[in-house]
């Protein structure tokens, strides 16, 4: 017995010793991409310093990370969907009277947007990679800022179509240029947290954005000769394009080029990614087209892509949420007042499954779990009309869907670490393709079907069931994956020569995915 553990613990050793081998190896491929010496020999005292001291110097970093990239990314993300969405509270005014709307005009000219959103999406994150973030996503929202102001101006229904068009083709390089900033700054254990700390500008967006609409539309309208819903436009994008000029000296571009972090730390902030994935996030790792053919040979991508679309879809509920609200029998300004604590809870919630999620290193399980809820959500409002159990069942939709949504993102980063081209590829194919479903979703939610919205309802609750089907197969072939990973370390740690395997397969010692 004393022998086998004795074995055991030689055995564990060797790992170790064989990973410090690997990130010494990652060092010096950095080297090669212009890293300075003094860098380099930091990156070697990295790998031996005391638990206590990286314990240390990690909280001093995300301290920092944190307080420099979140409150500017949850703002712009709030902004970012209130410029989006601020035309399902503009209906509750006389946008739809004064623009000659009829029929199922306002579901084209809520779903028009994503069509220019999805054209934007592949290349914006490309050239990501290639430019500093902080001034490529600033120059974005001031775009997308000016233009959802201009919305006020329009005077015809082709008008504010065309403005919603070109709406989503400025909006488009920021929600994925986001999550893949935050995947260059954050190792896969922490993203998940930072994604819901992120995702809150959306909850934040909802609550304040009735808020907002419920003040403008009960207290401008009219006001200088102008409708409420026109107030609403130029209000929200005004804001939006004051935060775009802050963000571009806010927001920090990549751990090796940011200068409110000493040497040491730029040094460390790149070593925890390299000890994480293997890898140093370095843009030039890998040329475009590199990147490229590396993420669409990765089948992997397309089962990701289908559970984003689908989670997605599960989500298109919420661009009529103030209309369905409505038919509890309250007055617009209450109907939007009552959106609040519905995004409020949503919000609170999402802090606590996003911190279990990232504790205990599971994605597909709280996936499955929290679409469930959003299921029985869906059965509810579609099955009564007593007003308790609906506004229950309304409370339940964006605390299933949208929360399953964060851990789906940060799952998605985890299982394509490097290269940052490939990753990049990834969330941008991944997310262009997952807003499609905003293209015909929304014509889930007919005004006809109204109160119980019966067809809507009922085929986002089978879409739940697709989403957590399609996590289960996602949890079994990264399983697999993870079981190769483990049978050639054991292959290699016979003796035997590394085998010479595809990039797409490699991965340094002890690396597992997250399941």
């Not at 972090?261 to 460390?268: C, D, G, K, M």
Request: glycine share 6%; charged share 15%.
């Amino acid at each position: 017995m004393a022998s086998t553990k004795t074995e055991e613990s030689q055995e564990g050793i060797k790992m170790v010793n064989e990973e410090i081998e690997h990130q010494k190896e990652a060092v010096a491929d950095v080297r090669v991409r212009e890293v300075d010496e003094e860098q380099i020999i930091l990156f070697r005292q990295f790998a031996a310093a005391s638990p206590e001291w990286h314990r240390d110097i990690s909280k001093t970093i995300l301290r920092k990370v944190d307080f420099h990239l979140l409150p500017m990314l949850i703002l712009m993300y709030m902004l970012n969907f209130l410029d989006r969405n601020n035309l399902s509270q503009a209906r509750l005014g006389t946008l739809e009277e004064d623009l000659k709307m009829t029929g199922t005009d306002f579901n084209l000219a809520t779903s028009i947007l994503f069509v220019g959103y999805i054209l934007m999406q592949l290349p914006s994150n490309l050239l990501l990679t290639r430019v500093r973030p902080s001034i490529y996503l600033g120059v974005a929202m001031t775009i997308w800022g000016t233009i959802s102001a201009a919305q006020a101006a329009t005077r015809s229904f082709a008008s504010l179509v065309v403005c919603r068009f070109f709406l989503g083709f400025a909006e488009a390089p920021f929600f994925p240029g986001a999550i893949l900033l935050m995947s260059s700054w954050y190792t896969r254990s922490e993203l998940a947290l930072r994604i819901a700390w992120f995702y809150c500008g959306h909850s934040f967006a909802n609550a304040f954005g009735g808020l907002l609409g419920a003040g403008v539309l009960a207290g401008l309208s009219g006001s200088r000769g102008v409708s409420g819903w026109r107030w609403l436009f130029i209000i929200e994008g005004s804001l939006t394009v004051v935060s775009a000029i802050c963000s571009t000296f806010i927001l920090p571009n990549y751990p090796a080029t940011t200068k409110w972090l000493t040497p040491e730390e730029r040094a460390y902030a790149q070593w925890r990614l390299v000890k994480d994935a293997g890898e140093a996030d370095e843009a030039n790792a890998s040329t475009i087209k590199d990147g490229v053919l590396l993420a669409f040979r990765d089948p992997r991508l397309y089962l990701f892509t289908l559970l984003q679309h689908a989670s997605l879809l599960s989500q298109t509920f919420q661009y009529f949420f103030p209309s369905i609200l409505q038919t509890l029998g309250y007055g617009n300004i209450e109907t939007l007042l009552l959106t609040a604590p519905v995004w409020a809870a949503t919000f609170c919630a999402s802090l606590v499954v996003t911190y279990t999620s990232g504790r205990y290193s599971d994605r597909s399980i709280h996936i499955i779990c929290l679409i469930l809820i959003s299921v029985a959500g869906n059965i509810i409002v579609v099955s009564t009309l007593n007003i308790a159990a609906r506004f229950f069942g309304l409370f339940l939709l964006p605390m299933g869907a949208l929360l399953s949504y964060q851990i789906i993102l940060a799952w998605i980063a985890n299982s394509f670490p490097r290269p940052l081209v490939k990753r990049s590829v990834v969330i941008s194919f991944a997310n262009m393709v997952g807003n499609s479903a905003n293209i015909y979703g929304t014509y889930m939610y007919p005004a006809s079907d109204a109160p119980r919205y019966l067809v809507g309802g009922s085929a986002t609750a089978g879409v739940g069931l697709l989403i957590a089907l399609l996590a289960i197969i996602a949890r079994f072939v990264l399983q697999r994956q993870n079981k190769r990973f483990a049978s050639r370390e054991a292959f290699e740690s016979d003796g035997h020569p590394a085998e010479s395997g595809n990039r797409d397969e490699s991965a340094p010692v002890g690396f597992r995915y997250m399941l």
